[in-house]
């Protein structure tokens, strides 16, 4: 028989620190000598929270990116300053109406500045860790240590004002950061040592737990009465408030202020330390005691419910998913956000061709471009992009080549970061780049072409870098927090799927997701929606297919040109791949259309005088023209960049007489039409799957353009190309240019 105690204690906001917590209090409160009775290991897990807190450190640490330092400091340095603020205002206000001395008599006896400014100024740093962990992010876990500096007599003596006690105990203070630094250290200079140390950060909390709670006497509560209460409420509504706001105006979401609404379990022992340090206190530090020891335990059992409360607040985990009404695409390449844009949109489909003021269509897709630029370029092109049209209310699709080409990676941490600033939230990735219309699948969190490791296949030919299958090995190098649903939890139901998702978006910045089938997808996108505007869907064309029904929202019909201009059919061919030139292969046996191979070191010098005269001869009698770059096993990446930049100034000469275009390869499609100076295209559809049918917008004439990714479709793909474009009707004049623009 199994009973689900996991599940149950999941249901309590903050179960895997609260229950453990109150169970070591009901221990230490009803047995206090357990722990001593039984010694040896038992014993130690009623005394070792401060050795488990800092192994936990060295965990928390290793999961931090250095790329997050800054994020770090500044988070916990604005809470720390905001705890000494409201510690020093207490001390002010108070210390004018009670001086040194406690109340003597009535409802506030024992009330004194030295036990309101002890209960405000320390943080539970193990609570609010493993709220953290639960309900925040790994920056904002860390920012403890930052913020532990406030731990022990330091600042509390320093907010009182006694004279010539302010030293710097700088080897107590270097030592509240040590383990995280090492962790940080250690996590940074090996990533598999990150993935490993930071799975065990979660497993530790209950233990701490425990550990903290074996500390707590819950008679002391009882002891303060009311006052002791109140003091702890106290502490929760006041700095919980200011916290919050500080939070959200360093660009959190204020659930990191509200978990260090609390009292430190050392702090009851401040006031003896600091009447011993000056006698003056002597008076206030016996109930001053007794009431911070009241706080404790007031704000140990209440902040979960409050930090669990207001994470549900600016999450909105149960928006319904038929609130979205539009699609925003980012893609690295034309063919990328092009058949993107036609699975998702069908006909109320744009793709903008780099910058452009965004249409009003249900669908924007834009291609950035950026698969030919170095990872830092492309970074901050994607991080631009977001901040400039990932506006409210858009579901953000960051399209991703199917095999995981480009820099997936570093583009991904661009995007959540520009999000999460968007947000003031933690952006959570789902990430399926499955495709399976074209036999690209994921078993296992490894990405599989027709069922081989991505890594055994010509996939990667010409690109940068060695084609890796695991694709949490592909995003880890950058330090993102990773964490994969199988195939089983795929196909487990929708409720439960649904569960496993928000379960695993509490720890992790992306989701891995298997798929092999169309079923899969359909289910993955439909769970997701349950993470509301927190989730950035991150895959291929085959995810943007089932993002419309997963919305409970159906785009607009299909806008087309009912006519086109008039002209034979251009097709560019510029990639390399094995299919791409079996397509081109079979093209050019066609009946009807012109084959111009051009060498492709020729192009690139530049060279191809011949072949120039071969294309305008073909493109003027009025036939279809198959131009196909010449293989060269040679030629580096960079090298292949430029050879589509210069195809595309070699068909420039091509745009006032075609009548459309096909072309193969996203980069190769770009360069033409960059060459040709469109700027944004109207997408109708698909001719096929992966094969998208668009038209120009915006431009002097109105033509059809067909764009399909180098490795898509079989050998007779160019040909149904040609047949479905002589299918279109044609207008018998050219039409003027403002009848062009939408």
Not at 55 to 69: H, Q
Not at 70 to 85: D, E, H, S, W, Y
Request: aromatic content about 6%.
């Amino acid at each position: 028989m199994q009973i689900p105690i996991k599940r149950s204690v999941e249901r309590i906001p903050g179960g895997f620190m609260l229950v453990p917590l109150l169970a070591g209090a009901v221990a230490h409160t009803f047995v206090p000598n357990a722990g001593q009775f039984f010694g040896s290991f038992t014993g130690a897990l009623f005394a070792g929270a401060l050795p488990i807190l800092a192994v936990f450190y060295v965990c928390v640490g290793a999961s931090i990116p250095v790329r997050l330092l800054g994020q770090v400091v500044k988070r916990g340095g604005a809470l720390l300053a905001t705890k000494i603020a409201l510690g020093i205002v207490a001390g002010v206000v108070l210390g004018h109406f009670l001086g040194n001395d406690p109340v003597r008599a009535g409802w506030f006896a024992g009330v004194s500045t030295l036990a309101v400014v002890a209960a405000f100024n320390d943080t539970n740093g193990g609570l609010y860790m493993a709220l953290m962990n639960q309900y925040g992010t790994a920056e904002e876990t860390a920012a403890y240590s930052v913020m532990g500096l406030e731990s022990g007599p330091f600042l509390t003596m320093v907010t009182l004002g006694v004279a010539g006690l302010a030293t710097f105990p700088w080897p107590t203070l270097l030592g509240a950061v040590l383990p995280m630094l090492f962790g940080l250290l250690v996590g940074n200079l090996d990533e598999e040592l990150r993935e490993f140390l930071g799975q065990a950060t979660p497993v530790m909390i209950p233990f701490f737990a425990f550990a903290l709670g074996a500390t707590l006497n819950l008679r002391q509560v009882w002891a303060a009465g009311l006052v002791g209460i109140g003091l702890g409420l106290l502490v929760l509504v006041i700095s919980g408030a200011a916290l919050l706001a500080v939070d959200r105006l360093c660009g959190g979401t204020g659930v990191a202020g509200v978990g260090a609404a609390t009292t430190a379990g050392n702090a009851a022992a401040v006031p003896a330390l600091v009447a011993a340090a000056n006698h003056k206190y002597a008076q206030a530090a016996g109930p001053a005691t007794v009431l911070v020891a009241s706080s404790v335990i007031v704000t140990t059992m209440l902040a979960p419910l409050a930090t669990a409360w207001w994470a549900a607040r600016v999450r909105k985990p149960g928006r319904s998913a038929g609130k979205y009404r539009r699609v925003l695409i980012l893609a690295d390449d034309l063919a990328g956000a092009a058949d993107g844009a036609a699975a998702c949109g069908g006909g109320s489909a744009v793709v903008l061709l780099g910058d452009g003021e965004a249409p009003d269509a249900d669908v924007v897709a834009i291609d950035a471009n950026t698969r030919c630029m170095g990872a830092e370029e492309a970074s901050r092109e994607m991080r631009r992009l977001v901040q400039s049209y990932a506006g409210e209310g858009r579901v953000l699709l960051r399209k991703v080549d199917s095999t995981l080409r480009g820099h997936v990676a570093a583009e991904l941490v661009a995007v959540l970061q520009a999000r999460s600033e968007m947000l003031r939230d933690r952006p959570v990735a789902v990430f399926a780049p499955a495709l399976p219309l074209q036999g690209r699948t994921v078993v296992d969190g490894k990405l599989l072409v027709h069922g081989v490791p991505l890594e055994k296949t010509g996939a990667w030919k010409r690109e940068r870098g060695a084609a890796r299958s695991d694709v949490m090995d592909v995003l880890a190098g950058l330090g993102l927090r990773t964490t994969g649903l199988s195939l089983a939890v795929v196909r487990s139901g929708t409720t439960a799927v649904k569960k496993a998702m928000q379960s695993a978006a509490q720890h992790a910045e992306v989701v891995i997701c298997d798929a092999e089938t169309e079923a899969d997808l359909a289910a993955i996108a439909s769970a997701s929606m349950a993470l509301g505007p927190r989730a950035v869907w991150v895959g291929s064309a085959g995810l943007a297919r089932h993002l419309p029904a997963a919305m409970e929202w159906r785009a607009g019909t299909p806008a087309g040109a009912e006519e086109f201009a008039p002209g034979p059919t251009l097709y560019v061919v510029g990639s390399m791949t094995e299919i791409a030139r079996q397509q081109a292969a079979r093209l050019s046996a066609v009946e009807g259309v012109e084959t111009v191979r051009v060498p492709a070191m020729d192009l690139l010098a530049g060279d191809c005088a011949q072949e120039r005269r071969k294309l305008k001869g073909g493109n003027e009698s009025g036939s279809d023209v198959l131009v196909l770059t010449e293989s060269n096993d040679a030629l580096t990446y960079e090298e292949g960049a430029k050879l589509a930049r210069a195809l595309g100034k070699f068909v420039a000469g091509c745009a006032d007489g075609c009548g459309g275009l096909v072309a193969t390869g996203g980069e190769t499609g770009r360069a033409v039409l960059d060459a040709w100076g469109v700027a944004r295209l109207r997408v109708h559809g698909e001719v096929e799957a992966g094969v998208a049918f668009s038209s120009t917008e915006g431009w002097r004439r109105t033509i059809p353009v067909v764009t399909k990714a180098g490795g898509f479709g079989d050998a007779e793909t160019l040909v149904r190309c040609g047949e479905f474009l002589r299918g279109m009707k044609r207008t018998t004049r050219e039409p003027s240019r403002e009848e062009t623009v939408r």
